[in-house]
């Protein structure tokens, strides 16, 4: 039987909503050079701990991007969950990776906090090879990376 959401999980799921749209204008309508700093590392508690309030924001924007107005990729999602768990004073790591695909290779982009991959299964950085700050960056501002 499905557990009824508490007011806690819809207040999430506003929130991670509301973001993943911020997000996906702002990925969309301006240039790289305004949002890159959204790819870099933030400030914040690594601390095991950290884990705990994480989870259930991974879920929230998971479920958000789920029932959003356009596909929300895996970079969207990672850029709004970096977001949340920021204003939460909770750092944590996006990450961009590669992997060949049939005839091209495919970008991935997932977050972790604490060594622990968030909002991806935990092999993910098996699956992908993960490109440095640099050349993910690169990635980015000039290709797609999908999700």
Do not use: K
Request: net charge positive; glycine share 8%.
């Amino acid at each position: 039987m499905r557990q009824r959401p508490t007011a806690g999980d819809l207040g999430r799921f506003a929130e991670a909503w509301i973001t993943l749209a911020q997000v996906d204008l702002v990925v969309r309508l301006a240039p790289y050079r305004w949002w890159r700093r959204w790819l870099q590392a933030g400030n914040g508690s690594m601390a095991e701990d950290a884990i705990a309030p994480a989870r259930p924001l991974a879920l929230a924007v998971e479920r958000a991007a789920r029932r959003h107005w356009a596909h929300m990729n895996c970079l969207r999602r990672s850029i709004a969950l970096r977001h949340l768990l920021r204003r939460r004073g909770i750092a944590s790591r996006l990450h961009l990776g590669v992997r060949s695909g049939e005839g091209m290779p495919e970008a991935h982009a997932w977050v972790s906090c604490a060594g622990q991959v968030l909002n991806d299964a935990p092999d993910v950085a098996e699956r992908y090879a993960e490109l440095s700050d640099e050349a993910g960056a690169r990635l980015v501002s000039g290709g797609r990376v999908d999700g």
